[in-house]
């Protein structure tokens, strides 16, 4: 009996062991081998493009007048919408900036964020923007229309139809292009970057 009480004692050693073995095995090759990382990719979901009218919607400006967007954008010009803070923004804003700034005779350009007034006054400062950035309290845009990925850029002809669109904050400006574009379409020519 007690060698089979030894026997009993050595195999519940080997078996702890083992199971110990095993345990730290597999800590050790996470360890090693971590798990990969797989990064979501989303295609932006915005139902505003080339082709399509620019919707009418309320926008507030720094005094909180309240203004329309076919008022502000009568003889046509370039929404941004933002998410006041996020560095593509920025990068889309200071960008816009430096053109408006050797640019006699521009178009209307307007940001548009759901951001309260304060936060974009601040941004505003901050970055040094020239150009409006009215605030869409109701938040016509993301609701009704899904622009939830910035920066989106638009051009909207004089009568009102987008004829481009871009997120990318990068793009480079043609002053000449943006003219071109803001007469109305004579034919059925429209771009999207």
Sequence with gaps: ?????????????????????????????????PTEVRYEQTTPTALLGPGEE?????????????????????????????????????????????????????????????APMDRIARYREHLGVTFPILCDTGMVFETAYQVVDFPFQL???????????TYDSRQIIDTADVIALLRPLATSEVTSH
Excluded: Q
């Design 54 to 114: 620019f919707p009418e919607a309320p926008l507030m400006d720094a005094d909180s007048t309240v203004h329309s967007t076919s008022m502000l954008l009568a003889n046509g010009g370039v929404v941004i919408f933002m998410d006041i803070g996020c560095p593509p923004c920025s990068v889309m804003s200071e960008n816009w900036n430096d053109v408006l700034a050797t640019w006699d005779y521009h178009p209307p350009v307007l940001g548009i964020s759901s």
């Design 155 to 165: 051009v909207i002809d004089s009568a009102g139809m987008i004829r481009t669109s």
């Design 1 to 33: 009996m007690n060698k089979w009480i030894i026997n009993s004692v050595l195999l519940l050693g080997v078996i702890i062991a083992a199971g110990g073995g095993l345990y730290l095995g597999l800590g050790m090759r996470e360890t090693f081998n």
